[in-house]
């Protein structure tokens, strides 16, 4: 079982739609998640990033936590067809020492096309 | 603001061939740096992290080695490359700050090797 799973997809929406995409893990010390974005031939930009469970909105965009379900969710509202990208879920553990270079656990990326 | 940058953007190479990436990155003092591997439909692989200037830490065994000769300067390096080696390569960087774990990543580079 991979530790960080993520429906592949492709996702595909109209434009305006609310978009929900998913992560679910397996190892329970995760406690930092992220989401980045990554267009076609590009290095992935991190959009959101939250500390152990709850909520965070910025802009278009919010993010999930639920880590008594080991469950992590990207919602966007009123998608546009500048949203399509492939999405990516990452974590972190919090390292011995409360140190600094957390090595990141990335899930597979979900391709979402938003068509006009 | 903080730029990192990577080349060359994509290359080809024949397989046994010598291979160096180079990465850097400015406006920022002693940050992490990473490299990391992305195979088509898949999600990034940590091949090297470093936490200073001569710090180099594997994640996984292969057929590469990584670099740190200055502050802000990471290389990926092979002898003799393998088919198996083809991707697109990314560095990243993070701040040096105990809690902080946000990774921000390069333009990559793609690799081929033929």
């Known amino acids: 079982q991979k530790e960080v799973e993520q429906d592949p997809g492709p996702l595909s929406v109209p434009e305006g739609a609310i978009v929900s995409l998913n992560c679910t893990y397996s190892?329970?010390?995760?406690?930092?998640f992220m989401w980045y974005r990554q267009y076609s031939r590009k290095g992935p930009e991190l959009l959101m990033y939250t500390y152990s469970s709850g909520n965070k909105e910025d802009g278009r965009f919010t993010a999930q936590v639920d880590k008594s379900s080991k469950y992590i969710s990207l919602f966007i509202r009123d998608s546009q067809p500048s949203d399509s990208a492939t999405y990516l879920c990452a974590m972190s553990e919090v390292t011995a020492g409360g140190t600094s270079y957390g090595k990141l656990t990335f899930g597979q990326g979900t391709i979402l096309t938003v068509h006009p | 603001s903080q730029t990192i940058h990577q080349w060359p953007a994509t290359l080809v190479q024949p397989v046994g061939s010598p291979l160096s990436l180079e990465c850097t990155v400015e406006g920022t003092s002693n940050p992490n740096l990473y490299w990391y591997r992305q195979a088509a439909g898949r999600g990034l692989q940590l091949l090297f992290y470093s936490v200073g200037i001569g710090q180099i830490s594997s994640e996984v065994p292969q057929n590469l080695s990584a670099s740190r000769p200055q502050d802000r300067q990471f290389i990926l390096s092979s002898k003799k490359l393998l088919l198996s080696d083809s991707g697109f390569y990314l560095c990243?960087?993070?701040?040096?700050?105990?809690?902080?774990?946000?990774?921000?990543f390069g333009p990559g580079t793609r690799l081929t090797v033929t």
């Open positions: 990243a960087w993070s701040v040096s700050i105990a809690g902080t774990y946000e990774q921000y």
């Open positions: 190892n329970s010390a995760f406690q930092y």
